[in-house]
């Protein structure tokens, strides 16, 4: 495989849409903050030690047992990527936009499907990501543990008895695990619902982050949730919590979208339908804009009102009209305006398509 396929395709498998409760969970992230003993964090540490970081993570991964159970590994630092690729990485979640701050010295593996990443050099020395689609992330939580039980065979993890793995940051020692879900929650924001919740949801030890992760916003009505605690809870017992958190608030999603084409089913269908009008005439349109009008869409389509797409065509949307990406499509730089053209451009023509 080769990097340049990864940023050729918009979407990584596990984002498309498949899964357990796909019709609001898009995906389950785990990521596992590990760092080599001897060597200062990453946000102190010399050049020639960051180097030494990559060399042993680099060998640590080149081995028949990882190739057999994750298949071939691609290495790849992120200085021999053009800034355009390096954005479309961050764009399918496959790096952190915090790995993007400084590049020297960095680097991420990458498994052939995408459901595996490790940045290295980031906060912590490995930032191990094993990412799938809808809600699963017990089995995420037993792939990402495997992984790290082969790194840990010849990496010396910085750990000690009493806090257990060591981190850059104090809000990760322990297990160093972030648990996480990507949830659609169209229905809870059109009924006025999604504050409460994510109040309720803080109160509870758990995290509401918008769709780039920490800092960022929530767009297309996507949220991401995930533990806060990492310290003096199993493993096992945080990835519990959530799922039972990740479930109610499914539960709730479903009653508010239920509830929404009972009582308002006119007003409804009439947001819906304009939204496919926007999507399918506009002649420019923002990420942002493009975003909340799939995400009408998406839910028109869980909802059976729109029958004739599904919730994969707009998956795929929601990624391929992204900045990088249409950069890389036109292979060449444009501005703000020229990317709102064309990607009200690809969106009429998938329309087109779609509507078919
Ligand atoms: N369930 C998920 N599905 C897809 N992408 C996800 C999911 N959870 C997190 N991400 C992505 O992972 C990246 C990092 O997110 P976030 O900042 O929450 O992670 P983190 O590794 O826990 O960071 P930190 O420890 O610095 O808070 C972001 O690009 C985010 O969108």
Redesign the pocket.
């Given at each position: 495989m080769s990097i340049e396929k990864t940023v050729s395709r918009p979407v990584s498998n596990w984002?498309k849409g498949d899964g357990p409760e796909s019709d609001i969970v898009?995906?389950?992230?785990i990521?596992l903050?590990r760092n080599i003993s001897g060597y200062a964090f990453p946000h102190t540490m010399s050049n020639q030690a960051a180097d030494e970081i990559l060399n042993a993570v680099r060998l640590a991964v080149d081995n028949d047992e990882v190739r057999q159970e994750f298949g071939p590994l691609e290495f790849v630092r992120l200085e021999e990527l053009s800034p355009v690729e390096r954005q479309i990485l961050?764009e399918k979640?496959l790096?952190?936009?915090?790995l993007l701050e400084d590049i020297k010295n960095r680097a991420v593996i990458l498994s052939e499907d995408e459901s595996l990443s490790i940045m290295i050099n980031e906060?912590d020395h490995l930032?191990i990501?094993l990412?799938l689609p809808g809600l699963q992330l017990e089995e995420a939580w037993q792939k990402a543990n495997r992984v790290d039980d082969l790194l840990e065979k010849t990496l010396d993890y910085a750990f000690c008895e009493q806090r257990g793995y060591l981190t850059a940051?104090p809000?990760?020692v322990g297990t160093g695990l972030?648990a996480?879900?990507?949830l659609h929650l169209p229905a809870l924001v059109i009924a006025g619902q999604i504050n409460n919740i994510i109040t309720a949801i803080s109160q509870l030890g758990l995290?509401v982050?918008g769709?780039?992760?920490?800092?960022?916003k929530a767009v297309g009505h996507l949220f991401?949730i995930?533990n806060q605690i990492t310290l003096g809870q199993a493993e096992e017992e945080i990835i519990r919590n959530l799922l039972t958190v990740a479930r109610q608030i499914i539960n709730q999603e479903r009653s508010a979208r239920a509830a929404l084409y009972k009582n308002n089913k006119s007003q409804l269908e009439d947001k819906i339908f304009r939204s496919l009008g926007i999507l399918s005439y506009s002649r420019m349109i923002t990420t942002e804009e493009a975003l909340t009008m799939l995400s009408d869409v998406r839910l028109g389509i869980a909802l059976g009102i729109l029958d004739n797409l599904t919730q994969r065509d707009i998956n795929e949307l929601m990624m391929l009209i992204r900045p990088a990406f249409l950069q890389k499509m036109a292979a060449r730089e444009m501005t703000a305006q020229e990317r709102d053209t064309e990607r009200a451009r690809i969106i009429r023509l998938r329309m087109e398509k779609l509507k078919k």
């Open positions: 984002a898009i995906s389950s992230r990521r903050a961050l979640h790096i952190s936009p915090q906060e930032r990501q990412f940051c809000t990760n972030r996480s879900v990507m995290a982050r769709y780039y992760g920490e800092g960022t991401q995930s």
